[in-house]
């Protein structure tokens, strides 16, 4: 069972602080994927990676896939309150299934 | 629509009976994906169709749960005897062709089981 364990669970920071999301498994992923989610919608697709190493920048926002491809990292610099929200992990199974396995994500609170 | 559209928003039904779930999907997107997500989890794959087939039903959790898709578009996601433990918000997404493009995510359905 491909299991994908998101770190830390909570985050409460202050506006303007940098902040870094973690997402580790011990399983092999095809690609990787990152959402960000609010209350009451569904997830919203932020970035696909899919070669190890691989580094993606999103305005304020880097993301990491590990050159193993089975870990990754969110990065976000200089925090503002509209980034809070639920950021979830999602890795594609090795092998072409459709299926993707998201880990419990981290609830980010950026104060003003 | 511009988006997945799922209805009802919300659902409360007693212990024991029937509900079905409705998800529309982007028009022209082949693929179509349900998920279930608890209070607390990331979601849980349930079922997958490409088309109007089931292409990966293997999230399913037991015979209580079914998933039909008949024209291509439209699915229904149906749940009978109900039980609390099925209590989840039901999330739909579809995209144009998979994973590999982007996957697009409906509101959900909040489904509460008394």
């Known amino acids: 069972t491909q299991l994908l364990e998101q770190s830390p669970q909570f985050l409460s920071i202050q506006e303007g602080e940098n902040l870094t999301v973690y997402c580790n498994s011990s399983s092999v992923f095809s690609s990787l994927q990152w959402y960000r989610q609010e209350p009451g919608e569904g997830p919203v697709l932020l970035v696909t990676?899919?070669?190890?190493?691989e580094v993606k920048k999103l305005k304020r926002l880097t993301f990491q896939f590990g050159d193993a491809r089975k870990d990754s990292s969110l990065h976000i610099t200089a925090a503002q309150p509209g980034d809070t929200g639920l950021y979830l992990c999602a890795g594609a199974v090795q092998g072409g299934s459709e299926k993707l396995v998201f880990g419990k994500g981290t609830k980010l609170t950026v104060n003003p | 629509g511009a988006g997945v559209s799922q209805t009802p928003s919300n659902k409360v039904t007693e212990k024991g009976k029937y509900v079905e779930l409705r998800c529309d999907p982007i028009s022209g997107h082949t693929a179509l994906y349900w998920y279930r997500q608890s209070l607390g989890q990331g979601p849980e794959f349930l079922i997958y169709f490409q088309g109007t087939g089931a292409a990966d039903d293997s999230g399913l959790p037991n015979d209580r749960f079914f998933a039909v898709r008949p024209e291509g578009s439209v699915s229904t996601l149906k749940i009978q005897r109900t039980e609390r433990g099925d209590s989840a918000v039901y999330l739909c997404a579809s995209s144009p062709h998979g994973w590999r493009t982007e996957a697009f995510f409906g509101q959900g359905t909040r489904l509460t089981v008394v």
């Open positions: 990676v899919v070669t190890g190493g």
